[in-house]
């Protein structure tokens, strides 16, 4: 079924850690353009679709 996400095995492996956060060092600058995008109303922008599903899935 295609309306479904379909997870991955168990046993997969994967080719980045479970975090890439870990690769971004604190002092990085797309620290601060990630706060700001965060903070962006995207409605009130213009934007459609901002708020997703219930599923929980964007637009």
């Known amino acids: 079924m295609k309306r479904f996400v379909q997870g991955q095995e168990r046993s997969q492996g994967t ?13 990085n600058p797309v620290r601060v353009i990630d706060v700001f995008v965060e903070e962006l109303d995207l409605r009130a922008l213009g934007f459609e679709r901002v708020i997703p599903h219930a599923t929980g899935r964007p637009a």
């Open 15 to 27: 080719l980045f850690p479970a975090c890439l956060d870990e690769y971004v060092s604190d002092e």
